[in-house]
């Protein structure tokens, strides 16, 4: 059932649907059972000026003062999505949704930050990151930026020290797919991740065998109905292959990370294989974070092969949707991660791009609207997490997202001196999702029923009252807990000798 709502939803636009945002600065929220990462009692949250002030058992206020029932509720930290691609230039077309329409829907969902990819503008950070400053200048919500690296050269070394000393980011993705585009190769990766340590900046890759996809696509699969008959008849062994690969550019980044000793953060972990690879790297104590998304929980590959174009485009991303278990699997190894959602949508005019050659499919999901819903049905309504669990694992809580991009506690927990990003959720009340597009509709249990950003009620009785220009940039700075005396571990790279002159560095290797 849940499965189906990222598909259902996936044209689901709001970005008309505004007016007023909520103007009261002073807010209680009274009753609710409050829920941060470590703790959860029932009381009343204080909110001034975008602001939260005091979580107290009982708080008297004024006529002044607006004031939110949550008796029977439970209020937590808004939503953080740690990935999305909003106003996304891509595969010869661009994201449906700008910043404020997605960010629109975000808020809808419950979530109240994201932080989105700055793609280089002609090879240059910089220019990069002002077009992305421009994109961001509607927002309705909070966000961040990572800074995605796609090339290397001593200016893109300086560049990415200017992002974090000056622009507020600590996070760069390095593409190992994607040839001919965005993919780098490993020299560089290691140039990266070298930089990233300096900076105390945390390196992230989308780690798929560039070549072996490439050469993999060229070769056989030309077309879609092509391809769709070829895996059928071939028992999906192309798709295997798949899986090997992300599993082993995974690994490959995993040990490049050690090599250099430096933090890892895998994004979109759609396969059982990359998991593992992650999960081994975390028993031996190296830093790694897997992040899955929400459609790798709730999708399994037999959306792929729907006899609707249309219905199987929706799901085409890279890495790609796997087989039924992967997904459960995923779901399996969530209780100490968090969640994201690649949020890349387009329609069904761009998806038919690749009508006649699969390959030009633009890749990407929707779900930045469908996240917090889903994980709380997935995973909370069938008991697999706990409700500090769940905000853990979404609101980039105390522990985990926020703590990752070194927001925490402003952002991900409800404390006094938190941003006043607040969701009330009702566990008792079930809601439909329906698309445009659709004819059905959906139940699912557990519904974000109010959305307070920055102090301001921007959802509730099923009505968004977002307006341009509320959402703030929110600087990351680097040195996480994730950099935290990573130089007392040493790592090969820094254990070897300086090379004497004439001799190579080999040499030391061997008698290391
Ligand atoms: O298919 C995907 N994942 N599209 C978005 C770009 C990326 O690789 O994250
Ligand atoms: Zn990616
Ligand atoms: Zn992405
Ligand atoms: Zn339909």
């Not at 929110?474 to 005396?485: C, R, T």
């Amino acid at each position: 059932l849940m499965s189906q709502l990222l598909l259902l939803a996936s044209s689901l636009s709001r970005s008309n649907q505004f007016c007023d945002a909520g103007t009261s600065s002073k807010l209680l929220i009274k009753g609710g059972t409050v829920v941060n990462a470590h703790h959860q009692q029932v009381a009343d949250v204080y909110v001034e000026d975008g602001i939260i002030v005091s979580i107290k058992s009982t708080i008297m206020v004024g006529d002044e003062v607006t004031v939110i029932d949550a008796t029977g509720k439970f209020v937590m930290p808004g939503g953080t999505d740690p990935h999305t691609h909003l106003e996304f230039e891509f595969m010869g077309t661009e994201t449906v949704d700008g910043f404020f329409g997605g960010q629109a829907a975000a808020l809808a969902g419950g979530t109240t930050m994201h932080i989105d990819f700055v793609i280089p503008r002609k090879g240059s950070l910089t220019a990069g990151i002002e077009a992305y400053e421009k994109k961001a200048r509607k927002s309705c919500m909070d966000y961040g930026f990572h800074i995605a690296i796609t090339k290397w050269d001593e200016t893109m070394s300086r560049e990415m020290e200017l992002m974090v000393k000056e622009k507020g980011t600590n996070s760069f993705k390095f593409f190992m797919a994607y040839k001919g585009a965005l993919m780098i190769n490993d020299e560089f990766l290691l140039e990266g991740f070298k930089k990233c340590k300096s900076l105390g900046a945390l390196a992230m890759v989308h780690a798929e065998n560039g070549d072996a996809v490439d050469e993999g696509q060229k070769k056989n699969y030309r077309t879609w109905n092509n391809w769709y008959v070829i895996i059928l008849n071939t028992c999906y062994d192309f798709l295997c292959c798949v899986i090997l690969l992300e599993g082993e550019a995974t690994a490959r980044a995993i040990h490049l990370a050690d090599f250099v000793n430096t933090p890892l953060y895998v994004v979109h972990v759609m396969s059982i294989d990359a998991m593992e690879e992650i999960a081994k790297a975390r028993k031996s104590g190296q830093r790694v974070i897997g992040e899955p998304v929400a459609s790798g929980l709730a999708l399994d590959e037999s959306w792929l092969w729907h006899p609707d174009f249309e219905t199987a485009a929706k799901q085409v991303m890279s890495p790609p949707i796997r087989k039924r278990g992967h997904d459960k699997a995923l779901q399996a190894s969530l209780s100490t991660g968090l969640v994201g959602t690649d949020r890349c949508a387009f329609n069904s005019t761009q998806k038919a791009l690749g009508i006649d050659d699969f390959q030009k499919i633009p890749n990407g999901v929707n779900g930045i609207e469908e996240r917090m819903h889903l994980v709380w049905d997935i995973m909370v309504e069938s008991v697999q997490i706990s409700v500090t669990d769940y905000v853990r694992l979404t609101s980039t809580n105390g522990c985990q997202n926020a703590r990752i991009f070194n927001i925490c506690p402003r952002k991900g927990a409800i404390l006094p001196g938190s941003d006043a990003d607040i969701i009330i959720l009702n566990p008792n009340s079930s809601f439909e999702i329906t698309a445009k597009s659709h004819h059905s509709k959906l139940d699912t249990n557990g519904k974000v029923e109010v959305t307070i950003a920055g102090g301001r009620v921007v959802w509730e009785n099923n009505e968004l009252k977002v307006a341009h220009g509320t959402g703030r940039y929110i600087k990351m700075p680097p040195f996480s807990y994730l950099s935290d005396g990573i130089d007392k571990k040493g790592c090969l790279l820094s254990k070897l000798p300086p090379s004497p002159s004439g001799e190579s560095q080999i040499q030391h290797l061997k008698s290391f």
